[in-house]
Structure formats: structure tokens, C-alpha cells
């Protein structure tokens, strides 16, 4: 199976051309599933709530309805950011479509970071994994965004529920640290594919700059770092991998890793 992460600077609160951007990396991918950043359609350095009402949109609106089209036309499932809005409220979530364009998974930001505690709720979907249908097979996948990786209970729940995938759209501003070091051992100590997509760029708001990372991975179930995008190129990486090695979480003959 063939798993793209596609790594951008999306404009600050440009939806539109946001997401012609989007059309054209899902287009040029070669993958069965594509991966894009959190908040990839609107940016990401909000403050307050005022700047994030004429953004939001439902699971079944417009911009959603957008991203189906793409990956119903392009055969690709496609998991993204998004800035969503319900009943009044706003999350930071990501949305997943198979291949034949239909909503299949949804996830709403736990652990929030920074501005974000001020302006999105806190995630109350869980950690949910979901089937998801692609060209070639199909795979459970789960959905982690951003600051999720700093908590291993997050994976751990994901993989305990049965995910092969994990996708996990990101921000990340953190310029140095354990980050790759993290995701890996999310992967290894789970044995869990990881698909980490992150942006690039700049973001500014009242005086305040964000530089975010780059450096996208996608990240085998022994912890291996199969490929890593730059610091600052809008690229997409894309990486063959075998889920089926996910499937058994024993180690040998005695050892279980959920067992133990």
C-alpha cells in the first residue's frame, strides 16, 4: 500500500486557494492513501473565536463536499484538516474519505496547544478507528492531530482498537527535540504505521510569528523512519508499506505486546 504525505504552507485563511493546492499534490501523488496537514484548508495561527466563525463549516458542507469530489476522482483516499464547525462550537478536527469519496472517519482535537485551548473545544469523539477503503485493499486507520503525539495513550488507544495506520496531520512549531524520535517510538512500541504530515511556512498574528517545522515522515511499524520530507519544501514523500506486519503484536513465542 502506498501512503503519501503532502507538505505545504497553507495561505492564512485563503480556503480556496488552499484547497486548489490540495487538488493538485493529490492529483501528482502516486498513493493509494494522501495525508495533508492539520487546519490544512484555512491555516493555523488563530487567537480568538471572531477570527474562526466565517472559517468553520460542517462535516457535510462545502469544503467537505470538495474534498470528497477529489478523492472520488482520483481513486486516492484522502485524510486532511479541518476546521470544523457544529451546533455552535468549533474543533479542530480531520476528516477522512475512501477512495470512493465517502465520509470515513472522523476525529476532534484532544489535547489542544497553545491558542488552540482558547478558541476549539476539546475533541469528544474519543480515539475512533475506522475502515477505510482504498484502490488497492482497504486498512483500519486512526487519526491523531498534532500535539496528540506528545501522549503515548492517545497511539496506544488506537492501536488498541485495531488500527494498522495511524495519520496524523500536523503543525508543528516545535523546532527542536524528540519529535521524529517520539513518532518512532509511537510506531515501535505499537507496531503501528505512522503517517505524520506537516506543514511549512510562516504564520503571523498581532506581532506574534509561528515557524513550523516541516520535516513530514512516514514511519514503519518497527520504527523504522522510511522517509522524511525538508524543513522548508513544499514535497510529498510516498512510501510502499505492508500493513499485514501490524496485524500481530507478538514478538515471539512468549511475548505478546498487548498481552504483556
Not at 499534490?25 to 498513493?31: F, G, H, K
Amino acid at each position: 500500500m502506498k501512503i503519501a504525505c503532502c507538505q505545504f504552507s497553507p495561505a492564512f485563511r485563503e480556503v480556496e486557494a488552499n484547497l486548489e493546492r490540495m487538488r493538485s499534490m493529490a492529483r501528482a501523488a502516486d498513493a493509494d492513501i494522501i495525508v495533508f496537514p492539520e487546519l490544512a484548508l484555512t491555516g493555523y495561527f488563530f487567537r480568538s473565536v471572531d477570527e474562526i466563525t466565517a472559517l468553520g463549516q460542517p462535516i457535510d458542507g462545502e469544503i467537505a463536499k470538495a474534498i470528497a469530489d477529489l478523492a472520488r476522482a482520483e481513486k486516492k483516499a484522502i485524510v486532511t484538516g479541518f476546521l470544523e464547525s457544529a451546533n455552535g462550537k468549533y474543533y479542530n478536527s480531520s476528516l477522512a474519505f475512501d477512495s470512493n469519496g465517502t465520509l470515513a472517519g472522523h476525529y476532534r482535537k484532544v489535547h489542544r496547544f497553545y491558542y488552540e485551548t482558547q478558541i476549539f473545544e476539546r475533541g469528544d469523539l474519543g480515539f475512533p478507528v475506522f475502515d477505510l477503503t482504498m484502490r488497492n485493499g482497504s486498512a483500519k486507520v486512526g487519526m491523531m492531530i498534532c500535539y496528540d503525539w506528545r501522549f503515548p495513550e492517545a497511539a496506544r488507544s488506537l492501536a488498541i482498537a485495531g488500527a494498522e495506520l495511524i495519520a496524523v496531520p500536523s503543525n508543528i512549531v516545535t523546532a527542536t527535540g524528540m519529535l521524529h524520535t517520539t513518532l518512532q517510538t509511537r510506531a515501535f512500541e505499537n507496531k503501528v504505521v505512522l503517517a505524520f504530515a506537516d506543514r511549512t511556512g510562516t504564520e503571523t498574528n498581532q506581532n506574534e510569528t509561528l515557524v513550523f517545522r516541516g520535516e513530514s515522515a512516514i514511519i514503519n511499524y518497527n520504527g523504522e523512519n522510511l522517509l522524511q520530507a525538508s524543513k522548508d519544501n513544499t514535497e510529498t514523500i510516498v512510501a510502499d508499506v505492508d500493513l499485514s506486519g501490524t496485524r500481530e503484536k507478538r514478538i515471539n513465542v512468549f511475548n505478546d505486546l498487548f498481552e504483556d
